[in-house]
């Protein structure tokens, strides 16, 4: 009865198997190792405001390596041929298994993907400083701890843009961010861990090297994109 099926959801092979067996496009619109459609509008709105093709790009993923959208930008950008930083914890590296499917596909492109544990050292030079929550959709409330310690280093303040050393660098994140405590999470998390900002600062997200509302924007046009070029004549 439908022409399309977004499946935003938890299991990838979910929507790769309703993908095989639905007889219409099925668009994945975020699971819990992937999310391609996202990518479109941040490499987007990194080429609109940066002025540059998408090989000159360099963008760095600060944070959970293992996250959903971390996993997406890699291998996005190893198709596009980019330089793509992972800057992460030693326990949050990409799997082996991304890793190895994004280093495939760049042997092709000549992008050049690599994992840095020192933030100064992943992020200088980039162009693009991206990261998304601490905690993904489907992984229990128990993580939080953990991940605060984990991850707290690898918070991305006015330093680590300073540290990219690139006047010219901008911000992203997939949305929704806890950024402050006008959230119910970000106020739960707040009582229960006395942390404030999370995985990016207030002044980062509200300030001028923040392209957030603009990548959210362009999410609308290349999903737009996306439907028209996959329905068919
Ligand atoms: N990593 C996030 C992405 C939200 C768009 C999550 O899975 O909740």
Redo the contacts with the bound molecule.
Sequence with gaps: MFDGIEYRGFSQRNVETLADYSGVPVWNG?T?ED?PT?VLADFLTAKEVLKKEYQDIKFAFVG?GQ????NALMLGAAVMGMEYHVVCPKELEPTRETMEKANEIAKKTGAKIAVFNDINEGVQGMDVIYT??W?????ADEVWEQRINLLKPYQVTQDVLEATKNPQVIFEH???AFHSLDTEIGKEIFEKYGIREMEVTNDVFEGKHSVVFHEAENRMHTIKAIMVATLGD
């Design positions: 975020l819990d999310h996202q959970d996250d959903n959208v971390s998304d929550v905690v993904s959709m489907g992984e997939c949305l929704p």
